[in-house]
């Protein structure tokens, strides 16, 4: 019984597990409506697309790299999804069914994260640097070729408002407030159970463990990485593509600014849940649970006197805070 105690206390996951628990006493001790049915709700609303980004970047991670265009990749599709459908709607009537919508937008990911699977592939370069040019360069064909203007809420194709207004399971709270939980929530969901899936039951799951755990090994029993890797980053932008449109779609507007500067955080959240730095192991019930953690201190800094401002720094200190554990936790599993 002790053996299995210390087994689970050497998972990364049991950490953020016990984080969340702890903050979330803290914050209703600070505020005793933290647990109200509205907060929750929102909560998970707000999560979504950052979960479903994360889904994304953690197999990045697993493979041994760093990912720094998900982000412009997801505002690129979405935005280019939103335009281009916008247009059609105004001069032609036209109103996709949301399941194309969110595939067009997919489609359009998958594209740009095979632009990066040949920056790795062909030209050798390593994935942060080939990511990081590939951002700029995605950043900039959208600004000079797609648009640079907000798509406002009258303007956006019609299904996209439909889905953010839409709720299930609805019911009233306390102050007779209409709520309920938001589809999004059920869409990351879906992703969330397909990537654990993939990554612990497929062939093509543990190819991508492999490569983050020995590329040159992962070669000897018979994968190509160069096949392996265009899977993971053309898996990664439709995975970035798809929290996009739902992003997007939460808010109501195209902002093709909006997702600025926030790999931070969701790569905070990716680290924060397990998924080790230099790849080779990370969970999917990782990525949930950093996201949770990760979006319950921000969404509630402000209850405990700190500025949303110094958010970064923060996210900053937890991702320290997690290597810093990871490593410890490899020298115990060594000496044990």
Not at 24 to 29: E, L, R, T, V
Not at 104 to 129: C, Q, R, Y
């Amino acid at each position: 019984m002790n053996g299995t105690l210390r087994k689970i206390a050497y998972k990364s996951e049991f950490l953020s597990l016990a984080l969340i628990i702890l903050i979330s006493i803290a914050f209703s001790i600070a505020n005793p409506a933290f647990f109200n049915i509205i907060n929750v709700f929102d909560l998970l609303k707000v999560c979504s697309y950052p979960m479903i980004f994360a889904c994304g970047v953690m197999i990045v991670l697993i493979s041994g790299g760093i990912d720094m265009s998900f982000m412009w990749i997801g505002m690129f599709s979405a935005y280019t999804t939103s335009k281009v459908l916008s247009i059609f709607q105004m001069t032609r009537g036209v109103v996709m069914p949301l399941p194309l919508v969110f595939l067009m937008s997919m489609l359009i990911g998958t594209a740009l994260g095979s632009v990066n699977a040949l920056l790795v592939s062909k030209f050798k370069l390593p994935v942060f640097i080939a990511t990081l040019s590939s951002a700029n360069i995605f950043m900039g064909v959208m600004f000079q070729f797609v648009g640079s203007e907000y798509i406002f809420p009258a303007e956006m194709p019609v299904r996209m408002i439909e889905f953010s207004k839409t709720l299930l399971f609805k019911m009233s709270s306390a102050d007779g407030t209409i709520v309920g939980l938001h589809p999004s929530v059920l869409v990351a969901l879906a992703v969330c159970v397909i990537m654990h899936f993939l990554m612990k039951y497929t062939l093509a799951g543990r190819s991508i463990y492999a490569i983050g755990g020995d590329q040159s090994a992962t070669e000897r029993v018979g994968f190509s990485l160069g096949k392996t890797r265009l899977f993971i980053f053309m898996l990664a932008g439709a995975i970035a593509g798809l929290a996009g449109i739902v992003g997007v779609s939460n808010i109501q507007v195209a902002n093709p600014y909006d997702f600025q500067n926030r790999e931070l955080t969701v790569t905070a959240a990716v680290v924060i849940g397990g998924t080790r730095i230099t790849g080779g192991k990370g969970s999917v019930l990782g990525v949930v649970l950093g996201v949770l953690l990760t979006n319950i201190i921000s969404q509630n800094l402000v209850l405990i006197g700190i500025q949303p401002e110094y958010g970064k720094f923060v996210f900053g200190i937890l991702i320290l805070f997690a290597a810093a554990v990871q490593g410890i936790q490899a020298k115990l599993r060594g000496r044990k």
